[in-house]
Nanobody, 114 residues
């Protein structure tokens, strides 16, 4: 199975930035990769996703602040998060779909607080 490992989470002040990274193993190329997040008491929601063609999609709440990118050669996906707000606090999960199967990372905590 595909393994997804996230890194880059942590504590940041409002207005600050973090960069999340997700490395995939067990596959040569994952055609669909992205990020979801889940805050306490909330449903897991899509943050951003990128498909093999390069097309991206973002949640309205993060448009203009977050940027998703991928490195095909390394089979990784990154999420640059700028102008972070307290409401961005959540566990962020790397996501991928390969051969109609969903794969999830273990999650990395992002906390935005002063």
């Amino acid at each position: 199975q595909v393994q997804l490992v996230e890194s880059g989470g942590g504590l940041v002040q409002p207005g600050g930035s973090l960069r999340l990274s997700c490395a995939a193993s067990g596959s040569i190329f994952n055609p669909i990769m992205g990020w979801y997040r889940q805050a306490p008491g909330k449903q897991r929601e899509l943050v951003a996703i990128v498909i093999s063609s390069g097309i991206t999609n973002y949640a309205d709440s993060v448009k203009g602040r977050f940027t998703i990118s991928r490195d095909i050669a390394k089979n990784t996906v990154n999420l640059q998060m700028n102008s972070l707000k307290p409401e961005d606090t959540a566990v962020y999960y790397c996501y991928s779909n390969l051969r109609s199967k969903d794969y999830w990372g273990q999650g990395t905590q992002v906390t935005v607080s002063s």
